[in-house]
């Protein structure tokens, strides 16, 4: 019997009709195991996962390979969006083992949930010097029925060495300039100076780091990190893994030239990018920067929101070709033909040069992913938005990519701190009010009485998962985000207790943190990992939430968690610079102070309060934290004690139990947080 029906997670939905005999993870599938005395078959994958798609047609849908899988293995499904921690236990188990991992992922454990054989994706058929899935899923079977000695001794062994690899946390002093510098020099060495980016192909958008350049620029002037950042800003928006079109960016381009993307769109790289070209609009004022971060806004309000105001999780990479098959891109690319037949010869030749649709093709079967591959200011502006009009139009009568629409509390926090900050910056009240909403619905859906966060919900049903710390740390950075734009204190309160129950249940005593609450499930290991991933890291994300709320409010306690998190910014900083992205920014922040930014006016919405409000906003030292009100206002605690200079609107700025004269001139309040 398949038990699948009825969960919240659209990646085992699309499970439900398969003949295997799928388990959710539960206590209830490892007894089964244990009372039938077979192995667990454990998937792990995601609904946007295009080889995830693959397997399951070749091998979970077909009858014999399911009729066999159900008679020698409890299968467990796993949708790695909702359970991280699981899938970071058993994707560490094996890297380990095979040197490198990925999704879909395909482990063996026995009924104690041990691991002892590993892989990820499986042929139908023996190919490329694979075997196929059914001949692993024999050769598992024949050693558990004949070595069950050899394999418990490979189980036991692999749990052992999982508890020897233990993070060992090192230096507990913070991060200081000359460690800053080396990380910088680090990522110097292996930038990609002819495409922007770092390493080789598939290339990533690298989003943490992004972030951190602009805040060494901002705090040092330097002009290497702002070149990096915006040379790699520019060749990812011109590229194919932006959407010229639509908006928005997919995963991660194939090649080292940004050109072709795996096509699949989740929330956490356009939230994560469209604050980053915010903020690089906010210290260049590039257009370029303006438009990508506007764009990429209205794609994740318009393709990701959900009717009970939060977002969706992602958009599938596959979509129907119009042949009743599903093919990766198959919304996205055009073939000159296509042009032709849409806008006509003249119209697409001009769009043929201006997207660098070829005849040959940047992608396959002669079709072509747009770019920007010139100028954008070397043609006929208004004759290009007719252009793009027309596509777009077309584009929409195509079959769409499915949506996952579960939403993830921590992609919700880093979409929610996005929007606040894009809306404040271009003037958008839209963009603020669906952050706003989002966050209400975090509130009221993900929250509870307890100030404990559930992971996911979906069609405003909360799932069943407890919330990891990058949900506590990435919300509790959405709110304070809120707080800052929007003048309301309650946000503040809201991220105050999500990080109490960081400090109570996430932390080791020494500064380390851990990816789950102390009364989390126990499995196989307690994961813990400080390095960035697709998001940042929980660990370190965590320490920026606390360093952002402790400027807030004075709270010392969050103050000392914060500094000690970043000790590990001290040790992997200067070494793996690519890796601990967000950790380095935070730790700009932590050099710079943060500033501490009060505003008091008459009424928050008086105009010259509100000039003042969006000069401090706009302001570029790293991490400042921004509180407007009236006097005497209680919603924030930087607001005590603070009054109008002559019954004017009126900033302070402070930072190291030091403050700057109060100003009432926006002029002097942005230079005060430029320098």
């Known amino acids: 019997m398949n038990r699948l029906a009825g969960v919240t997670s659209p990646y085992l939905l699309q499970h439900a009709d398969n003949p295997v005999d799928w388990w959710p993870w539960t206590p209830e599938a490892f007894e089964e195991a244990r009372r039938r005395d077979v192995p667990v078959l454990l998937s792990v994958g995601y609904?946007?996962?295009?080889?995830?798609?693959?397997?399951?047609?070749?091998?979970?849908?077909?009858?014999?390979?399911?009729?066999?899988?159900?008679?020698?293995?409890?299968?467990?499904?796993?949708?790695?969006?909702?359970?991280?921690?699981?899938?970071?236990?058993?994707?560490?188990?094996?890297?380990?083992?095979?040197?490198?991992g990925g999704w879909p992922m395909t482990v063996f454990l026995t009924p104690d949930a041990e691991p002892f054989y590993f892989g990820t994706y499986f042929p139908p058929a023996?190919?490329?010097?694979?075997?196929?899935?059914?001949?692993?899923?024999q050769g598992v079977q024949q050693a558990w029925a004949d070595r069950r000695e050899e394999v418990g001794e490979v189980a036991g062994k692999i749990v052992r060495d999982l508890a020897g690899r233990e993070f060992q946390y090192g230096d507990t002093r913070t991060p200081g300039e000359e460690g800053l510098a080396q990380a910088l020099l680090g990522l110097t060495r292996e930038y990609d100076p002819q495409r922007g980016g770092f390493g080789g192909a598939p290339k990533f958008p690298p989003s943490m780091v992004l972030e951190f350049l602009l805040r060494h620029h901002a705090r040092t002037g330097s002009e290497g990190a702002l070149q990096m950042a915006q040379d790699t800003c520019e060749r990812m928006a011109r590229g194919g893994i932006y959407d010229q079109l639509g908006?928005?960016?997919?995963?991660?381009?194939?090649?080292?030239?940004?050109?072709?993307?795996?096509?699949?769109?989740?929330?956490?790289?356009?939230?994560?990018?469209?604050?980053?070209y915010a903020h690089l609009w906010r210290a260049t004022g590039s257009d370029l920067a303006r438009?990508?971060?506007?764009?990429?806004?209205?794609?994740?309000?318009?393709?990701?929101?959900?009717?009970?105001?939060?977002?969706?999780?992602?958009?599938?990479?596959?979509?129907?070709?119009?042949?009743?098959?599903?093919?990766?891109?198959?919304?996205?690319?055009?073939t000159p033909a296509q042009l032709a037949?849409?806008?006509?010869?003249?119209?697409?030749?001009l769009a043929a040069r201006y997207f660098g649709v070829t005849e040959e093709g940047t992608f396959e079967h002669g079709a072509s992913v747009l770019q920007l591959p010139q100028d954008e200011g070397l043609s006929d502006a208004g004759r290009i938005d007719s252009v793009r009009r027309r596509l777009v139009e077309a584009r929409a009568g195509r079959p769409a990519p499915g949506r996952d629409d579960k939403v993830v509390a921590a992609w919700n926090g880093l979409a929610v701190a996005?929007?606040?900050?894009?809306?404040a910056y271009f003037d958008r009240p839209d963009l603020v009010d669906a952050a706003i909403g989002a966050a209400d619905l975090l509130v009221r859906l993900h929250l509870d009485e307890h100030a404990r966060l559930v992971r996911t919900s979906r069609d405003g049903r909360a799932g069943a998962n407890a919330g990891v710390l990058e949900d506590y740390a990435d919300t509790a950075e959405g709110f304070l985000a809120l707080a800052s734009v929007t003048g309301e204190g309650v946000w503040l309160e809201f991220a105050g207790l999500l990080l109490d129950h960081v400090l109570t249940q996430f932390t080791d005593g020494s500064g380390a943190l851990y990816d789950t609450a102390a009364d989390a499930e126990k499995l196989i290991r307690r994961p813990q990992d400080p390095t960035d991933n697709a998001t940042p890291s929980g660990w370190t994300a965590a320490a920026g939430a606390l360093l952002s709320y402790a400027a807030q409010t004075g709270a010392e306690a969050h103050r000392t968690a914060a500094e000690r998190a970043l000790g590990v910014v001290?040790?992997?900083?200067?070494?793996?610079?690519?890796f601990i992205g967000w950790g380095l920014a935070v730790a700009e922040a932590l050099l710079d102070g943060p500033r501490e930014v009060a505003i008091v006016g008459p009424a928050v919405d008086d105009p010259a309060t509100r000039t003042l409000h969006r000069a401090a906003l706009l302001g570029t030292a790293p991490g400042a934290v921004v509180a407007v009100g009236t006097p005497g206002s209680d919603e924030f605690p930087l607001l005590a004690e603070r009054v109008p200079v002559g019954g004017r609107p009126t900033a302070y700025v402070c930072r190291h139990f030091v403050c700057e004269a109060p100003t009432t001139d926006p002029g002097q309040l942005r230079r005060a947080l430029e320098d």
């Open 570 to 578: 001290r040790a992997l900083g200067p070494r793996v610079p690519r």
């Open 341 to 349: 037949e849409v806008l006509g010869p003249e119209d697409a030749e």
């Open 247 to 276: 908006g928005g960016f997919a995963r991660y381009s194939v090649d080292r030239d940004w050109v072709v993307p795996h096509f699949e769109k989740m929330l956490y790289d356009n939230a994560l990018l469209c604050r980053v």
């Open 418 to 423: 996005a929007l606040a900050e894009t809306g």
């Open 47 to 100: 609904s946007a996962c295009h080889w995830c798609h693959v397997m399951a047609h070749e091998s979970f849908e077909d009858p014999e390979t399911a009729a066999y899988l159900n008679e020698h293995f409890v299968s467990v499904k796993v949708d790695r969006e909702e359970r991280p921690d699981v899938d970071a236990v058993y994707m560490e188990a094996v890297q380990a083992a095979t040197g490198q």
């Open 126 to 137: 023996p190919r490329h010097g694979m075997p196929s899935f059914r001949q692993v899923l």
């Open 291 to 334: 438009r990508v971060a506007l764009e990429t806004a209205d794609f994740m309000v318009r393709e990701l929101r959900t009717p009970e105001g939060g977002f969706a999780s992602a958009l599938d990479a596959d979509s129907d070709d119009g042949s009743g098959r599903h093919t990766e891109g198959a919304f996205y690319v055009w």
